[in-house]
């Protein structure tokens, strides 16, 4: 496992802030998808020493017809093929995707975490098997096929591989193992797979490590995100990462065990006092919290 952080390339400050955590992988948050900026994105990470693994996610504002299976959804994916090809020109080889149109789920939480520090909270009901209908669900499904049969052969074309990013901002499906099986089913292509994150498993009631054992052998964790969690009144508020240091360890060595040589990177933390908008202490507290931790694993 690699220690990875997600940031725009293009603020040298940034770049700097990962060479001095010691981080050696970088996920691209970008604006711009024509071809230049995505080679600066790329050229501006090598320069600072540091690789450039892959691209955050499509934007979904791009692909709003094709989740719904609205008219103008083939333009839409045709769209997406162009920016999976950029990216293949540019030598960028993964980049991440979510199936749900974000929502009113996702709520602003003021002075929730420790010490105050401001977090998300997510309502009770954008929880994993939402109150959609057996219509609603296979509706989302053959949308979700139609474009990964469009997307797919142009992904692998262009040597990019997708990665599929469970969500709780918004409501839709494919947040549990069932789920997620389905979708590896439904497009069992090598360059498909997922962004990984424990603890989104964790609260859908599943078995996170034998989740992990078993698709890390399968070749489908492209990517392992972690976060803490933890239930209130009103729904699952995001903490700091040692706030579920049980959970996340049993994590990391299912990781270890299953040979998971992929990035490692930390969700954003609930803001800290004095913190900048992306958040430097609470990325600095997460990924020296990692690094404790792969030390203390050996």
């Known amino acids: 496992m690699r220690l990875a952080l997600t940031m725009d390339p293009l603020q040298d400050s940034d770049l700097l802030f990962a060479q001095q955590l010691g981080v050696q992988q970088i996920i691209a948050d970008i604006a711009r998808w024509d071809a230049p900026s995505l080679a600066a994105a790329r050229n501006r990470v090598e320069e600072a020493g540091l690789q450039l693994v892959g691209i955050e996610s499509l934007p979904v504002q791009a692909y709003v017809s094709a989740i719904k299976g609205e008219q103008g959804r083939d333009g839409e994916i045709a769209q997406v093929c ?171 060595h299912a990781y270890r065990e299953a040979g998971f040589a992929g990035p490692l990177r930390p969700a954003p933390s609930p803001r800290m006092v004095g913190d900048t908008p992306w958040g430097h202490k609470g990325y600095a507290f997460s990924i020296g919290y990692l690094r404790a931790l792969l030390q203390a694993m050996g």
């Open 82 to 252: 162009e920016m999976l090809r950029r990216m293949g020109q540019a030598g960028i080889s993964l980049v991440g995707y979510r199936w749900a149109i974000p929502g009113p789920a996702s709520l602003p939480a003021d002075g929730q975490a420790r010490g105050g520090a401001s977090g998300k909270v997510y309502a009770k009901g954008a929880a994993p098997r939402s109150a959609e209908t057996e219509g609603e669900r296979e509706r989302r499904w053959q949308n979700l096929a139609y474009f990964l049969q469009a997307v797919l052969p142009v992904a692998e074309e262009a040597g990019v591989r997708l990665a599929y990013q469970p969500t709780l901002a918004a409501p839709g499906l494919l947040r549990d193992g069932e789920d997620l099986e389905q979708l590896f089913r439904l497009a069992p292509s090598s360059f498909h797979g997922l962004d990984m994150d424990h603890g989104l498993l964790a609260l859908a009631g599943e078995d996170p490590g034998a989740m992990i054992r078993r698709w890390v052998g399968q070749g489908r964790i492209l990517v392992a995100q972690v976060r803490s969690f933890r239930a209130t009144d009103e729904g699952y508020e995001e903490g700091f990462l040692d706030e579920d240091r049980e959970g996340l360890f049993r994590a990391l």
